[in-house]
């Protein structure tokens, strides 16, 4: 899921080298925090939230085929 969450935001922003991702494991759940350059966070939240949204589902999609549940958390 974390490697997801970062080719994904990689291809998103300006300054791939500034994404960090960092996963926290639960026994059911995953948190992935996601962390970007600060002038590159409007592009992967997206108009109204929807690239963030985007991201949310396929990562939801994602986890479901393992059975875990995955949030995603973009860190400011």
């Known amino acids: 899921m974390k490697e997801l969450v970062k080719f ?3 291809s998103l922003v300006d300054n791939p080298d500034a994404v ?5 494991q639960g026994e059911q759940t995953s948190v992935i ?3 970007v350059a ?4 409007g592009k992967v939240i997206g108009k109204q939230g929807r690239t963030a ?3 949310r589902t396929i990562l939801s999609a994602a986890s479901t085929k393992i059975r875990k549940r995955a949030v995603l958390e973009i860190i400011e």
């Open 53 to 55: 949204r985007a991201m």
């Open 38 to 41: 600060k002038e590159d966070l």
């Open 20 to 24: 960090e991702v960092k996963e926290i």
């Open 8 to 10: 994904i935001a990689q």
């Open 33 to 35: 925090e996601l962390k």
